[in-house]
């Protein structure tokens, strides 16, 4: 395993030059998220914050920033064995003997993938039975925000009923000494356990990990179906399996994290979350969420408090994001056939806008893929969806967005679906988790050719500006809806734009087509 922990993925970084270490006095409200972003936008190095005032332990960011440091964390060979299992499953089911002989090293791959049961590990270095939450280094990156949170927490949980593992990143907005909040979002795993746990009016076991391989971090943000668990995915990223000791609460612990807090949710309780500055670069507002009461916190001697900044896209959740889908891109046309290629875009915050290259082999099989990305785990989040059949790299969303609007006819190739459960972060809808979802067909023949300059003698009222992002797409600046609800309809009715098949309204074209990551956002 080349990093069995987070200090040996430190080493590496130091030793290659990605490390800064911030020995300076510096304070977890505000100050370690400002430096963070500085560095991030930057391009720079990780960063090891050695003295931050009333803490205890360092704090670690940006370990994943740059898509270097994100590959370097997990690694060439699983991508290598994520597709060679594709092409062995599509090419030589059931395989020959020959197949398996030339495959051999996947078999050994397969049989170091798993959990591995000791004694004991570094994390129960301390063990503290009266814990005290405002020691740990827990970050206020906005300046609204409700409070510090800990913003990389590996959260463990276990189905009440059938015992089955998820680990999931929800973040915890630290209330008091030993009390955070629980942001279960919908469509999680950690949730659905304890909705059941709450029905029979019952407390859910919960260990929350900090730090430990990278490959665990990795995974516990990775979108796998719901009951693909979490733990092996990162024994797989990490090359061996995960060792785990036994703790002083419900579930074995990690050995290498860096730190355990290990308590339970209570049934029917809770308290309001947030304000929280988060990925989609605006603040998910107060609401009640669920508390995680803390009864225990283990560590490691020399432990280190791993965390991360969101905010407007790309921060470092971007490449973490984008390496993922590389990584499980491959695996899309078995579990969803039809579906040949997938991508979320990062710039968008993932959920809000995604587009695949599908199937059409009969009229309207498209709708059919399209449905069946939109039922699958944390797809069925995303809020807008492209869709079409031509060998298009959907990587390179202006050459999408032009396929798309090159082949599609809007009055009958643009579905809304309203009334539909939405992102828990989404506040476009009427009410939080509520809302509607798009889906854009662009298949078939070009039924167009997309003009590129826009010459117009006349443009409607209260227009400043338009600038051209794309072959089709127009982004036209007009008034904000308050001041002049009806210009929208005065602009789609317009002559000026007929052989536009799409425009889109800002209060700045040029700040919204600087890049295709302005546009996106």
Same mark, same amino acid.
């Given at each position: 395993?080349?990093?069995?922990?987070?200090?040996?993925?430190?080493?590496?970084?130091?030793?290659?030059?990605?490390?800064?270490?911030?020995?300076?006095?510096?304070?977890?409200?505000?100050?370690?998220?400002?430096?963070?972003?500085?560095?991030?936008?930057?391009?720079?190095?990780?960063?090891?914050?050695?003295?931050?005032?009333?803490?205890?332990?360092?704090?670690?960011?940006?370990?994943?920033?740059?898509?270097?440091?994100?590959?370097?964390?997990?690694?060439?060979?699983?991508?290598?064995?994520?597709?060679?299992?594709?092409?062995?499953?599509?090419?030589?089911?059931?395989?020959?003997?020959?197949?398996?002989?030339?495959?051999?090293?996947?078999?050994?791959?397969?049989?170091?993938?798993?959990?591995?049961?000791?004694?004991?590990?570094?994390?129960?270095?301390?063990?503290?039975?009266?814990?005290?939450?405002?020691?740990?280094?827990?970050?206020?990156?906005?300046?609204?925000?409700?409070?510090?949170?800990?913003?990389?927490?590996?959260?463990?949980?276990?189905?009440?009923?059938?015992?089955?593992?998820?680990?999931?990143?929800?973040?915890?907005?630290?209330?008091?000494?030993?009390?955070?909040?629980?942001?279960?979002?919908?469509?999680?795993?950690?949730?659905?356990?304890?909705?059941?746990?709450? #029905? @029979?009016?019952? $407390?859910?076991?919960?260990?929350?990990?900090?730090? /430990? *391989?990278? +490959?665990?971090? !990795?995974? %516990?943000? &990775?979108?796998?179906?719901?009951?693909?668990?979490?733990?092996?995915? #990162? @024994?797989?990223? $990490?090359?061996?399996?995960?060792?785990?000791?036994? /703790? *002083?609460? +419900?579930?074995? !612990?990690? %050995?290498? &994290?860096?730190?355990?807090?290990?308590?339970?949710?209570?049934?029917?309780?809770?308290?309001?979350?947030?304000?929280?500055?988060?990925?989609?670069?605006?603040?998910?507002?107060?609401?009640?969420?669920?508390?995680?009461?803390?009864?225990?916190?283990?560590?490691?001697?020399?432990?280190?408090?791993?965390?991360?900044?969101?905010?407007?896209?790309?921060?470092?959740?971007?490449?973490?994001?984008?390496?993922?889908?590389?990584?499980?891109?491959?695996?899309?046309?078995?579990?969803?056939?039809?579906?040949?290629?997938?991508?979320?875009?990062?710039?968008?915050?993932?959920?809000?806008?995604?587009?695949?290259?599908?199937?059409?082999?009969?009229?309207?099989?498209?709708?059919?893929?399209?449905?069946?990305?939109?039922?699958?785990?944390?797809?069925?989040?995303?809020?807008?969806?492209?869709?079409?059949?031509?060998?298009?790299?959907?990587?390179?969303?202006?050459?999408?967005?032009?396929?798309?609007?090159?082949?599609?006819?809007?009055?009958?190739?643009?579905?809304?679906?309203?009334?539909?459960?939405?992102?828990?972060?989404?506040?476009?809808?009427?009410?939080?988790?509520?809302?509607?979802?798009?889906?854009?067909?662009?298949?078939?023949?070009?039924?167009?050719?997309?003009?590129?300059?826009?010459?117009?003698?006349?443009?409607?009222?209260?227009?400043?500006?338009?600038?051209?992002?794309?072959?089709?797409?127009?982004?036209?600046?007009?008034?904000?809806?308050?001041?002049?609800?009806?210009?929208?309809?005065?602009?789609?009715?317009?002559?000026?734009?007929?052989?536009?098949?799409?425009?889109?309204?800002?209060?700045?074209?040029?700040?919204?087509?600087?890049?295709?990551?302005?546009?996106?956002?």
């Amino acid at each position: 395993m080349e990093f069995p922990n987070l200090g040996s993925f430190l080493e590496a970084l130091r030793r290659s030059g990605q490390l800064a270490v911030v020995e300076c006095p510096v304070s977890a409200h505000l100050e370690v998220a400002e430096v963070h972003r500085r560095v991030i936008a930057a391009d720079g190095p990780a960063l090891l914050f050695t003295s931050v005032e009333g803490a205890e332990i360092p704090v670690a960011t940006n370990l994943f920033g740059t898509a270097e440091r994100a590959q370097l964390a997990f690694g060439r060979r699983p991508g290598e064995l994520v597709r060679r299992v594709v092409d062995m499953v599509q090419t030589s089911m059931p395989p020959s003997l020959g197949d398996v002989w030339r495959s051999r090293d996947l078999v050994g791959a397969a049989l170091k993938t798993g959990l591995r049961s000791v004694r004991t590990g570094p994390v129960l270095d301390v063990v503290d039975r009266r814990p005290d939450l405002g020691r740990l280094p827990a970050l206020t990156s906005w300046s609204e925000d409700g409070g510090p949170f800990v913003t990389l927490p590996l959260v463990y949980t276990e189905h009440p009923e059938t015992g089955g593992s998820n680990l999931g990143m929800y973040r915890l907005q630290i209330h008091d000494r030993a009390t955070t909040g629980m942001h279960w979002q919908i469509s999680k795993g950690g949730g659905f356990h304890h909705h059941i746990a709450e #029905a @029979s009016g019952e $407390a859910l076991p919960v260990t929350v990990f900090l730090g /430990g *391989p990278p +490959a665990l971090i !990795l995974s %516990a943000i &990775a979108p796998l179906p719901e009951n693909v668990p979490e733990l092996m995915l #990162a @024994s797989l990223l $990490a090359g061996g399996r995960l060792r785990r000791c036994p /703790g *002083p609460g +419900a579930h074995a !612990l990690i %050995a290498e &994290a860096e730190i355990a807090l290990i308590g339970r949710i209570p049934a029917g309780k809770r308290r309001p979350e947030g304000p929280f500055g988060d990925h989609y670069g605006y603040y998910s507002l107060e609401h009640p969420y669920p508390i995680f009461e803390v009864e225990a916190i283990t560590r490691r001697r020399d432990a280190v408090f791993p965390a991360t900044v969101v905010g407007k896209p790309r921060q470092e959740d971007f490449f973490i994001g984008d390496q993922l889908q590389e990584l499980l891109s491959p695996l899309f046309p078995l579990v969803m056939p039809g579906v040949r290629d997938l991508w979320s875009y990062g710039e968008t915050g993932y959920h809000a806008l995604g587009a695949a290259v599908v199937n059409e082999r009969y009229r309207r099989e498209a709708m059919a893929s399209a449905f069946r990305i939109l039922g699958e785990g944390q797809l069925s989040l995303t809020k807008f969806l492209l869709l079409t059949d031509r060998p298009v790299d959907l990587r390179d969303f202006k050459a999408t967005l032009e396929c798309v609007l090159e082949r599609t006819r809007p009055e009958t190739d643009l579905f809304i679906i309203s009334n539909v459960s939405m992102d828990t972060l989404d506040y476009s809808g009427p009410e939080v988790n509520l809302g509607s979802k798009g889906v854009w067909l662009g298949v078939g023949e070009k039924v167009r050719d997309l003009p590129w300059e826009f010459q117009a003698p006349e443009v409607p009222k209260g227009m400043s500006e338009a600038r051209v992002f794309c072959g089709g797409c127009l982004v036209i600046a007009g008034p904000c809806h308050e001041d002049d609800p009806e210009f929208a309809a005065r602009a789609a009715e317009h002559p000026a734009f007929e052989q536009w098949p799409l425009v889109v309204v800002v209060d700045d074209a040029a700040k919204a087509t600087a890049t295709t990551a302005a546009f996106l956002w």
